[in-house]
């Protein structure tokens, strides 16, 4: 599966953005889809998860309550609603896709987006 993700950019802190990935290829809604950030100089993190076709989710602490994960499986597209945006969840994020549920390790998913960029001033 290809996955393109985008809606980063520049927002202050206290702003929302909505990041979207659209999928194609193999069956969208096989697959769990994850998403991840890497801040500059530190190693790419988990962030939120979203299952097949039930909308079960679950996020890292930092995001619980800020960030909401959701998906369109007519449209085969995951969307990332990030608000109350703050300094350090700046970083470039990135949609990825796993047969597996409940996992947020990189090695555990398969495809990947290429990321797109967010950048929250203070």
């Known amino acids: 599966v290809q996955l393109q993700a985008c809606g980063g950019g520049l927002v202050q802190a206290g702003g929302s953005l909505r990041l979207s990935c659209a999928a194609s290829?193999?069956?969208?809604?096989?697959?769990?889809m994850g998403w991840f950030r890497q801040a500059p100089g530190k190693e790419r993190e988990f962030v939120a998860a979203i299952s097949w076709n039930d909308g079960m989710t679950y996020y890292t602490d930092s995001a619980k309550g800020r960030f909401t994960v959701s998906r369109d499986n007519a449209k085969h597209t995951v969307y990332l609603q990030m608000n109350s945006l703050k300094p350090e969840d700046t970083g470039v994020y990135y949609c990825?896709?796993?047969?597996?549920?409940?996992?947020?390790?990189?090695?555990?998913?398969?495809?990947w987006g290429q990321g797109t960029l967010v950048t929250v001033s203070s």
């Open positions: 990825a896709a796993t047969n597996f549920w409940g996992v947020t390790a990189e090695y555990e998913y398969h495809y």
């Open positions: 290829g193999r069956p969208f809604s096989s697959y769990a």
